[in-house]
């Protein structure tokens, strides 16, 4: 059967709104860095409210990664796939993006990532090889190139140069949807430079699940949205999933469905270790 982790299941089409709800908050914080420097005080009680991300969010660790997991679905083949991608993940609150309190507990070990093979005359470095761990490490780097600026085109870019045919639009992905929301609501235009310096810098991943034959993937990625403007600083947790197949001697965006969402945590927190999220070594 295929290996899935196990999940809360959240209602139908809940991960979307909350993932885009905890991206605005994200994007409030980067407004009030850029208020801030022309003399606009804004009160961070007033932005979030009496809803702080809780020290103490319980939910279990759901057990996840290499060689973890529960199983849903049967075998190998597109029904298996499509199953494995659109499992809903663990629902989590909008709040839980923002940086606070640091878990004592862990989802698991850390997870050590392989280095590319082939970094030269490529957008996304690649080459990674045929394990689970190298399927994470392919949508470290998808994800790390594609939000670069949080452009929209960037993401397109990337995503397009490591997508099978058949693969979820560009447009479509969750990941393209979150950075066209992020520049509206901070008022950057839609593409191209902007005044503040973006970044997202990996920390976490898991492995929602993958088919019997081990060809098809769903691995998950979380790390740290970082916008720089002259010293002003503001970060939020933005995760990706992406539905990964091995062709040849690589790993790339599998045709058929999108994954679902990524729930939005800051990398560390409880909400991270309930999610399964664990720490990445490269």
């Known amino acids: 059967m295929a290996r899935s982790m196990n999940t809360d299941r959240a209602p139908a089409g809940g ?18 860095v850029l208020a801030l420097l022309v003399g606009v005080v804004v009160s961070l009680t007033s932005m979030f409210g009496e809803d702080e991300p809780s020290s103490t969010y319980q939910s279990p660790p759901a057990p996840t990664g290499p060689g973890a997991g529960g199983s849903t679905g049967g075998g190998s ?35 050590t990532l392989p280095a590319p093979q082939q970094v030269s005359g490529v957008l996304v470095p690649t080459g990674f090889p045929d394990t689970e761990q190298g399927a994470i490490a392919q949508v470290v780097e998808l994800t790390r190139v ?14 397009d140069s490591m997508a099978e045919p058949g693969a979820a639009p560009t447009a479509q992905t969750p990941a393209s949807q979150d950075l066209v929301a992020f520049r509206r609501a901070a008022n950057m235009p839609r593409t191209g430079a902007t005044r503040a310096r973006i970044t997202w810098d990996p920390t976490s991943a898991l492995v929602k699940g993958s088919t019997d034959d081990g060809s ?37 965006v599998a045709s058929g469905p999108r994954a679902w969402v990524a729930p939005a945590t800051w990398p560390g927190s409880d909400e991270a270790v309930a999610v399964g999220y664990r720490d990445i070594l490269r």
């Open 146 to 159: 594609g939000f670069t600026g949080a452009d929209p085109q960037v993401w397109a870019q990337a995503y």
């Open 216 to 252: 098809y993937v769903v691995a998950c990625v979380l790390g740290e949205l970082v916008t720089d403007y002259k010293g002003r600083v503001a970060t939020g947790g933005l995760g990706n999933c992406l539905p990964m197949r091995r062709v040849g001697d690589q790993w790339l």
């Open 15 to 32: 991960g979307r709104d909350g993932r885009r709800r905890a991206l605005l908050i994200i994007t409030g914080a980067v407004v009030l």
């Open 77 to 111: 083949g597109p029904e298996a796939e499509a199953a494995l991608a659109r499992a809903p993940m663990l629902d989590v609150p909008d709040q839980a993006a923002l940086p606070h309190t640091l878990s004592m507990r862990s989802a698991g070990p850390p997870i």
